[in-house]
């Protein structure tokens, strides 16, 4: 129990190897914390509503969804596009505000998903497991807890997101005390707006965390049930297009565009389907702050391109097409 209490803090501490077996075993002081956020949801009960607190849960969700789908998913797993280095640890403080894990964690194992989708290997598979396995119980067993480093290390030779990675309750810990702190601040200031460090704790942090657990959990398992959703290409998973989740989760639910062609900056491959997360990178790269957006080269667009070449899997991706990564000390990339 103790080792279990040890890596709420740290993550690498006699951290269990990826079980190959694919084990269910749950070690539930480990993952007591997860339950209990859930729990404090009921603390909504006691601490009412403001519209403050209300825009605050919003306005939490939707930078932490883009530190998830933009940032965790297509920069760290698919280096879909650069940033500098300095940008790079600022918008992993984003993801890891999300508590689902460190950025090495994420992109590791969505790296193997990649490799292994829908097949025996693949650990969050609705086809291969339950719904609620792929849903939310996958990442609670033993097997998936250590970082999969091996695959992401193009990454992992950067000591501040190792850092992240290995201590990935510290950035939700002080965005936690954030959140709480400005509720006391705003009721001191403006006590016209009836809210409390408490509400906008429980809005701005607990509930707006677990509802953004539940929305992207969806990619893993609504977004690969055959009877939801729909096909463009004929990949060898089971991902598919589920276009009324897409304004919930910044354009993620084009799952089987993803999977067609992991590498792409851009999820909706078409005009008319919604891709945020998309259209924040594209904002980003007019400020300067991101470069070289991969696109889908115009061959890998059409529904008969599916029996073409594949693009290569994600690590390979980033090893080689993508191998270079931010400079030691830059801001911006350098071409």
Not at 72 to 97: E, K, P, S
Not at 255 to 283: C, K, M, Q
Request: hydrophobic content about 45%.
């Amino acid at each position: 129990m103790f080792q279990q209490l040890v890596q709420w803090f740290d993550a690498y501490a006699d951290a269990p190897g990826v079980d190959e077996d694919r084990s269910r075993h749950i070690e539930w002081t480990r993952v007591l914390p997860f339950v209990l956020l859930h729990v404090s949801c009921l603390f909504v009960l006691s601490v009412g509503f403001s519209w403050f607190a209300f825009g605050l849960f919003l306005a939490s969700y939707l930078v932490r969804l883009f530190g998830i789908t933009g940032v965790y998913h297509r920069y760290f797993a698919h280096r879909a596009y650069r940033v500098g280095r300095v940008t790079q640890f600022i918008l992993a403080t984003f993801g890891a505000a999300a508590t689902q894990r460190g950025p090495l964690w994420w992109a590791s194992h969505h790296r193997h998903h990649h490799k292994v989708s829908d097949e025996d290997s693949d650990p969050h598979s609705p086809v291969v497991n339950s719904f609620m396995w792929s849903h939310v119980g996958w990442f609670l067993a033993t097997g998936n807890f250590r970082s999969r480093l091996e695959l992401i290390k193009d990454f992992a030779k950067f000591p501040e997101l190792l850092f992240l990675d290995r201590f990935d309750t510290v950035i939700p810990i002080l965005y936690g005390a954030t959140m709480f702190f400005i509720g006391y601040i705003a009721n001191i200031l403006f006590p016209e707006l009836g809210t409390s460090g408490l509400q906008t704790l429980v809005w701005g942090y607990v509930i707006s965390t677990v509802f953004l657990y539940h929305m992207t959990f969806t990619i893993n398992s609504v977004s690969h049930k055959e009877s939801v959703g729909s096909r463009r290409y004929d990949t060898t998973d089971h991902s598919r297009n589920v276009w009324w989740l897409s304004p919930f989760t910044f354009g993620e639910s084009w799952h089987n565009n993803h999977h067609h062609f992991p590498a792409s900056a851009r999820l909706g491959f078409f005009w008319w389907e919604l891709d945020l997360g998309y259209y924040v990178i594209r904002t980003m790269a007019f400020l300067g702050l991101a470069s070289e957006l991969k696109r889908v080269p115009e061959r890998y667009l059409h529904p008969q391109a599916a029996t073409a070449a594949q693009p290569p899997a994600p690590d390979a991706i980033a090893i080689q097409e993508l191998g270079r990564t931010p400079e030691h000390g830059s801001t911006q990339h350098r071409g």
